[in-house]
């Protein structure tokens, strides 16, 4: 089955500077990753998400890529902002089969 | 806010007990997913419903069940409670693009 990688587990940026996280997929049929982000006491929030055809997209802020030949994915945002600090999940599947797997996550923390 | 609604909010079970939680899904859609996220780790796919069948699942005993109403909302069964079941337990309901919304979760203690 599909394993997907998440790192790092934490980060910690200054309020305005970019925030990068990375995650990695095993499974090349997987054509489908969405990201999530996740306060406290709450459930994931999709902030973005691409399929396998496009290699970047953007909504504002926030951005992602995909590299198929390597199996990787990347968000980036910038400019962060203080309500940005939250646990940032990325996932992987086969687009309309089976659930989404997911990484570890990331705890995004904005430093003021 | 999703549109996607969990009951309860918190739970708590003995050893061996069973327990059901619902969810109802965002209108429109039609597939329901369910997912157990530990404490400090990313939710772990359970099983999905599409139309009333389930039409996938993940690495789960058969301990864990579930249904699919008429009206696309949907029940999680778990039979035989056991100390590693405590999670919080999410529902997703599924757009026609595919995407996974997510409600607020049922957070179930078992002592």
């Known amino acids: 089955g599909e394993n997907v990688e998440q790192h790092p587990s934490t980060l910690s940026v200054q309020e305005g500077d970019s925030a990068v996280i990375k995650c990695t997929y095993s499974?090349?049929?997987?054509?489908?990753f969405p990201w999530y982000k996740q306060e406290l006491g709450k459930g994931p929030q999709l902030i973005i998400d691409?399929?396998?055809?496009?290699g970047e997209k953007k909504d504002q802020r926030i951005a992602v890529t995909l590299n198929k030949t390597a199996k990787h994915f990347s968000l980036h945002i910038t400019e962060t902002q203080p309500e940005d600090s939250a646990v940032y999940f990325c996932?992987?599947?086969?687009?309309?089969?089976?659930?989404?797997?997911f990484g570890k996550g990331t705890h995004l923390i904005i430093q003021p | 806010e999703t549109g996607v609604t969990q009951s309860p909010t918190h739970l708590i079970k003995t050893r061996g007990q069973q327990v059901t939680l619902r969810c109802s899904s965002q209108?429109?859609?039609?597939?329901v997913s369910w997912y157990q996220q530990a404490l400090g780790q990313g939710p772990q796919f359970i099983f999905q419903?599409?139309?009333?069948?389930?039409?996938g699942r993940g690495n789960f005993p058969p301990r864990f069940s579930g249904l699919q109403f008429p009206n696309y909302s949907s029940e999680l069964n778990v039979n035989a409670l056991e100390l590693d079941d405590s999670a919080l337990y999410l529902c997703?309901?599924?757009?026609?693009?595919?995407?996974?919304?997510f409600g607020p979760g049922t957070r179930l203690t078992v002592t």
């Open positions: 997703a309901s599924t757009s026609l693009f595919s995407e996974q919304y």
């Open positions: 499974d090349s049929a997987s054509n489908y």
């Open positions: 691409i399929r396998s055809n496009v």
């Open positions: 996932a992987a599947s086969i687009e309309g089969a089976d659930g989404l797997t």
């Open positions: 209108s429109g859609h039609n597939t």
């Open positions: 419903y599409y139309r009333e069948e389930e039409n």
